[in-house]
Nanobody, 123 residues
C-alpha cells in the first residue's frame, strides 16, 4: 500500500486547510486510516482516525470541534478538514494506514505511512 498526502501549507491563525491522503495498491487490507502530526523534537501524535467502514471515528481532544476527518472509499482517499487553525497546530502531518482494528489510535501500530505534509500556522 502506498499513501500520498497533500494539502499542507502556510496559513494565518483562524484559517483553514484541507489535507488529502490517497491510498493505492492493496487498499482492501486497510482497516483504518489516521492523521498524525509531529512537531520538532516531539513524538508523532494522533490527530484523528477513521475506520474504512466509517463506523468508527476518533479525534484528539486538542482538535475536537475544529477538525473533521472523512473518507471517500470509492477513491480510497481520506481527508482532514482543519478549521480555526492555531499556531500550536503547526507540525508535519502524516497519514497512516492500519491493517488491524486493534491499536488503531497508536502510531507505533500503523503499517503504512505517507510522506508527510507541512502545516504552518502563523500568529
Amino acid at each position: 500500500v502506498q499513501l500520498q498526502a497533500s494539502g499542507g501549507g502556510l496559513v494565518q491563525a483562524g484559517g483553514s486547510l484541507r489535507l488529502s491522503c490517497a491510498a493505492s495498491g492493496r487498499t482492501f487490507s486497510i482497516y483504518a486510516m489516521g492523521w498524525f502530526r509531529q512537531a520538532p523534537g516531539k513524538e508523532r501524535d494522533i490527530v484523528a482516525a477513521i475506520s474504512w467502514s466509517g463506523g468508527g471515528i476518533y479525534y484528539a481532544d486538542s482538535v475536537k470541534g475544529r477538525f473533521t476527518i472523512s473518507s471517500d472509499n470509492a477513491k480510497d482517499t481520506v481527508f482532514l478538514q482543519m478549521n480555526s487553525l492555531k499556531p500550536e497546530d503547526t507540525a508535519v502531518y502524516y497519514c497512516g494506514g492500519r491493517r488491524s482494528g486493534s491499536n488503531w489510535l497508536d502510531a507505533k501500530a500503523y503499517d503504512y505511512w505517507g510522506q508527510g505534509t507541512l502545516v504552518t500556522v502563523s500568529s
